[in-house]
């Protein structure tokens, strides 16, 4: 299958900092990434769709200025959460799109747990 | 009514048991349907991928797709411990670029 990596795995931070998470496709070109959250025992909820050299789409309800995302290349894409709060505390997903890997589904990274003091 | 509907469990079985993870959806658009598995803190996994009704098998797994009853299945034969994880359904199609998962349910398969 197809490799996606975060970075970082883990972060704890003050509140009020802004943390940036990286999404990398290793072997494969993705034009479109995207950013979920998921809460313990919860299931994953789709923040945005990052396309390469364009905006992101966001969910509704989701803050895009509070969530800036950037998809500068086609292998990478980087959330940066702004003026962090303890309640943005999660486990932040990515994943990529790999059309040429002939299934044209996505493939997730490890996941990236924030946690904000 | 929720797009995809999956059963969050917990399921607990016994090694060796045959395992029966299902999904039934409601937009007749879908036409792509996945099958990941996610273990604790992990990102989740690809196991599965159709496009089509009917059986797809892999190993221990077979994914089934009944669109006539938008209902999708996903069967372990042989359980073991190591598949102890959540499985999420997840189906993609009628305009939309993104995925739209199940809940995920719980797999608990004990020696």
């Known amino acids: 299958g197809a490799v996606v990596s975060q970075h970082p795995s883990r972060v704890i931070c003050k509140s009020g900092t802004s943390v940036k998470i990286e999404c990398r496709s290793l072997d494969f070109q993705a034009t479109t990434m995207f950013w979920y959250r998921q809460f313990p025992k919860k299931s994953l909820m789709l923040m945005a769709t990052?396309?390469?050299?364009?905006?992101?789409?966001?969910e509704q309800g989701v803050e895009k200025d509070k969530f800036l995302i950037n998809h500068a290349s086609l292998t990478l894409s980087t959330l940066t959460v702004t003026s962090a709060h303890p309640e943005d505390s999660s486990f932040y997903i990515c994943?990529?799109?790999?059309?040429?890997?002939?299934?044209?589904?996505?493939?997730f990274g490890p996941g990236t747990r924030l946690t904000v003091l | 009514q929720k797009e995809v509907e999956q059963d969050p469990g917990p399921l607990s079985v016994p090694e060796g048991a045959i395992v029966s993870l299902n999904c039934t959806y409601s937009n007749s658009a879908f036409q792509y349907f996945m099958w990941y598995r996610q273990y604790s803190r992990k990102g989740p996994e690809l196991l599965m991928y159709t496009y089509s009704s009917g059986n797809k098998e892999d190993g221990r797994f077979t994914a089934q797709v009944d669109k006539s009853s938008k209902y999708i299945s996903l069967f372990i034969r042989d359980s073991q411990p190591s598949d102890s994880a959540t499985y999420l359904c997840a189906l993609r199609g009628g305009g939309y670029n993104k995925l739209i998962f199940g809940a995920g349910t719980r797999l608990a398969v004990h020696p």
């Open positions: 994943s990529a799109r790999a059309p040429d890997r002939g299934t044209d589904t996505q493939y």
């Open positions: 990052s396309n390469e050299g364009s905006k992101a789409t966001y």
